[in-house]
């Protein structure tokens, strides 16, 4: 396993950590809010960092959140 580290920001605003190194869960993606904190309560992080990821999982997962909108909403993962 690699060691891998990179943030990509969006024009909209959102953007995404992806990790690979010895103790991580193979590869992780992490979901940034605007604010550039970790941001749990979306469909792609489905409530946590998503792990043992392929490279065209993280491909999908990507272009997911670059195609949200700047006040893109997630009814369905407010908290409650």
């Known amino acids: 396993?690699?060691?891998?580290?990179?943030k990509t920001y969006?024009?909209?605003g959102w953007g995404v950590s992806i990790i690979e190194?010895?103790?991580?869960?193979?590869?992780?993606?992490a979901v940034l809010g605007q604010d550039g904190e970790v941001h749990y309560a979306n469909p792609v992080a489905q409530g946590d960092t998503r792990g043992w990821l392929t490279d065209e999982e993280v491909r999908e997962l990507t272009s997911e959140v670059a195609s949200w909108s700047e006040?893109?909403?997630?009814?369905?993962w407010e908290e409650e």
């Open 10 to 12: 969006f024009a909209n």
């Open 1 to 6: 396993m690699g060691h891998r580290m990179s």
């Open 21 to 29: 190194f010895a103790f991580s869960r193979g590869t992780e993606l």
């Open 71 to 76: 006040d893109q909403v997630f009814p369905d």
